[in-house]
């Protein structure tokens, strides 16, 4: 039987503090208001205020990672504590409650995607589906004829009258000669595999179907200004299409194999019947949610850094703390990342790449074998990441 307990917070009081350990427990709030800011800085993150039947804490209590901002009772505040592993049973028992987190969690992911868009990309561009037609363009003139197949079949699909139609059946009918594009029209599988280098969507492209990485890689991607820009490098474990699924909005990026794959894929019915019939399963999707957004807090907060060493050692450490493999005091800690991976995700200028790598290169907590970086002191890196992020944070505040 779930039994709740309630929680009473003083005015004025802190319920909890930005980049603490995680707790084993959030938070529903029954009464009284709190207020949610960052210590660090978070660009576009404004303090929030927040009263009965909001929650905190669930990232850090679902993630296991450290608390992602601080929160202050506003006035007297009576909470009710939701351990860890009472979560699936509260799922069972108010199914509600367990579908506004995670539709949160969308809402918030979107916010911060759009963010990290607009800072590291300088794109303030709305996805609407006729730009699937110059994306097609993009990679076909980059020598990618089966990803271009790919989209400018989305784009006749989405824009049946648009004003690109007959170039866009024309091109389409010429590579689909030479080229295979999987998943045109997918057929409700609840497991697929790709091949490197194929588009499982783009972005501007509509989407109903959230993915989770069995095995290989994914890279998520955007088109800008007639470049390809990655930003993000997604493992075994890795969840990503969930904010299409979740608020019925276009793809914001596009997501392509980046090595041989094989995902399992969620979509909207399944969730659903998931949602009532296996709370375990949706305790893990809220987990991986959680994960995923204390990842895009980090993001956010890197992209403050503005010394480039600074900034690659902290998307380092991000990485290996996204690992979760415990490393072990005294053995280096290899990862599956290449000095340019690191750079490509910190969006260093092509004009400074080689430098960079050098300076990631001598830094004494980096190590490369076999083309991969390996860290020789894993505590270490997390703790010189966060000196970096605390001080440029102190150094904001002093101008």
Known sequence: MLQLTFVNFKQNSYIQVEGTPATSCFYIIQSGKIRCFHETEVPGNAPRMLGPGDFIGVVACMSSHSQTESVIAITNVVAIKVNREQYPELIMK???????????????????????????????VTETPDQLFPIAQYYEDSGWPEIAAYCYYQYLKECPNGKCKEQA???????????????????????RSYKQNTMIFSECQSGADMFIVQS??????????????????????????????????????????????????????????????????????????????WSMYRQLANTELRNPREKMVDMLALQVEKSRQQPVKGVPFETDFTITDIINLCGIP??????????????????????????????????????????????????
């Open 94 to 124: 108010n199914t509600p409650v367990a579908m506004k987190i995670v539709r949160s969690f969308a809402q918030e992911m979107r916010v911060l995607n759009d963010n990290l868009t607009k800072i590291t990309l300088k794109n303030t």
């Open 169 to 191: 059946i024309k091109r389409f009918s010429i590579l689909k000669k030479r080229t295979n594009p999987p998943y045109l029209e997918p057929k409700g599988e609840m497991m």
């Open 216 to 293: 290989g890689s994914v890279k998520i991607v955007k088109v800008v200004d007639g470049s390809e820009v990655m930003l993000a490098l997604l493992k075994k474990g890795d969840i990503f299409g969930e904010m299409a699924l979740l608020d019925n909005r276009p793809r914001s990026a596009c997501a392509i194999a980046h090595d041989d794959c094989t995902l399992m894929v969620i979509n909207r019915t399944n969730f659903d019947q998931m949602v009532s019939t296996q709370p375990q399963l949706v305790a893990r999707l809220t987990s991986m949610f959680a994960e995923r957004l």
């Open 350 to 399: 092509s004009n400074e790449v080689r430098t960079a790598a050098w300076q990631l290169e001598s830094d004494q907590n980096v190590k490369v074998k076999a083309g991969k970086i390996v860290v020789p002191d894993v505590e270490e890196l997390i703790k010189q990441a966060a000196f970096y992020r605390k001080q440029n944070s102190k150094h904001a505040n002093e101008q």
